[in-house]
């Protein structure tokens, strides 16, 4: 599956964001997906994770109750809903999908990625 993330951009500390991940070649319904973020330099890290059909999703500490990451499988995006936005949030964000479940995905590594998009929150 090919991924492409968009909707990055520069935003005031306490603003939001809306990141899409768009997917094509194969269905999204029958992946694991995520969105990983890398602060300059810093090692990827995991944001938020979700399942193929979107019922369980999990969240890293950092962003728990600030982010909210959904799909929508019928028009094969990923999303991530990002609000109160801090500095410490700045990073290149990716999302990521694998067909195995979630958390072995998590665990061993997902298949494939996008190229990532800029996130750059001022203080």
């Known amino acids: 599956v090919q991924l492409q993330a968009s909707g990055g951009g520069l935003v005031q500390a306490g603003g939001s964001l809306r990141l899409s991940c768009a997917a094509s070649?194969?269905?999204?319904?029958?992946?694991?997906m995520a969105w990983y973020r890398q602060a300059p330099g810093k090692g990827r890290e995991f944001v938020s994770g979700?399942?193929?059909?979107?019922?369980?999703?999990v969240y890293a500490d950092a962003v728990k109750g600030r982010f909210t990451i959904s799909r929508d499988n019928a028009k094969n995006t990923l999303y991530l809903q990002m609000n109160s936005l801090k500095p410490e949030d700045t990073a290149v964000y990716y999302c990521?999908?694998?067909?195995?479940?979630?958390?072995?995905?998590?665990?061993?590594?997902?298949?494939?990625w996008g190229q990532g998009t800029q996130v750059t929150v001022s203080s």
């Open positions: 070649g194969r269905t999204l319904g029958r992946y694991s």
């Open positions: 990521a999908a694998s067909q195995s479940p979630l958390w072995t995905a998590m665990r061993d590594g997902f298949a494939s």
């Open positions: 979700i399942i193929g059909s979107g019922a369980s999703t």
